[in-house]
């Protein structure tokens, strides 16, 4: 793959995230989301409730665009500030009160990023991109792309994906954080990554009309060494993935014609001691 696919666009993030998005297009983690319970995957497509933009997840927004756009981009969304100080104690003021509302209130961007959040992240980009096998994937001269977003029908179902990361040359790649390197490969099953990268392929080879991309995964960990390291996934993985996610889609679009969201929990379950 030596040009860029047309197929791939930039959009902002809250507008790739929309509800109306979301309703329209099937995503990697709405697709999860159905293949662990039909019933939660459409109460929460359905439910007129916003979800709540958890701390955690600025957090790691924000590490993102730091690490693969760089400090010019990252200064374009985020402001580094601990908010307002209590002149009597000479500390910050809590996040719950209303002095650091009031100021919240008057800032051009409420994306706020702590000063110690900002440390750590700093040190996770260092230890990426001087990880030399890491910054050859995401550099080495090749023309990429951050945050590109793809859209395609898989079994007649309108999808999109947004990739952390692509270059023609190296593929895809998604950049996770986790609690310790020594135990990511735990957590590329237990999060269903290989699941997750299985879906951006497919998507971006129907849009691409036959393109197949190799996948990787970076890693970096929240320790307090913030360790970096990343790995392939080979294609034989993401075939035997591709076809789960195909069975599910395709039982999604069996709910969606009748109309029924099953629990997945209707039938009797059998405990063992085997479950310890």
Known sequence: MSTFPACIIQEPEEQ????SRAAEYLSSHRLADFRRSPYRYYAS????????????FLIGRAAHCLILERMAAFQERYIVSDGPTNERTGKPYGKDSKAYHDWLSVQPTRNII???????????????????????????????????VVRAEIEGVPCQIRMDWFAPEIGIIDLKTCRDIDFFSKDVRDYGYILQMAFYRAVLREATGGVIAPCHLIAVDKTEFHIAGYGMIPEAELDFAEKINMAAIRRLKECCEKNEWATGYERKMVFTMSNY
């Open 114 to 148: 702590s000063t110690a959040d900002y440390a750590e992240m700093l040190l996770m980009q260092k230890n990426v991109l001087e990880h030399e096998e890491i910054y050859a994937l995401l550099d080495a001269g090749r023309y990429g792309v951050a945050e590109g």
């Open 45 to 56: 497509l359905t439910s007129e409730e916003e979800t709540p933009d958890k701390p955690e």
């Open 16 to 19: 790739y995230h929309a509800r």
